[in-house]
């Protein structure tokens, strides 16, 4: 079940998790949650994928398990796009506050 709310560590969970998330962790989870359509949106496009995926799988025994076992492949392989283009999004800039880092103009 996924939270609306923030999460507030109590102290024994700030001892065992250290949980101390960067500005670059926050800037991604804010990213995603904005853009979370994108990742439904992929789902449906991640079919051709999801089904190569699991058609070398084995002891599939009925169609119902190779259904579900498609729609798992679905969903992390949109899941996978969406972190991929929230880094993309948010890196660059991090890394230019961060430690000064600026991309390098193609020459022409």
């Known amino acids: ?9 109590n102290d024994l969970q700030k ?11 926050k800037n991604l989870i804010d990213w995603m949650k904005t ?9 449906v496009y991640a079919r051709k994928e999801a089904e190569e995926t699991v058609s070398g799988i084995g002891n599939v025994r009925s169609d119902e398990g190779r259904l579900v076992m498609e729609i798992a492949a679905r969903v992390a392989i949109s899941e ?11 890196l660059p800039a991090w890394l230019e506050q961060t430690y000064g880092l600026v991309p390098k103009t193609p020459e022409a």
């Open 80 to 90: 996978r796009e969406l972190v991929a283009r929230a880094i993309a999004h948010n």
């Open 35 to 43: 853009n979370w359509a994108q990742a439904a949106r992929g789902m």
């Open 1 to 9: 079940m996924q939270r609306d709310a923030p999460f507030n560590p």
């Open 15 to 25: 001892a065992l998790l250290g949980y101390d998330p960067s500005d670059l962790e």
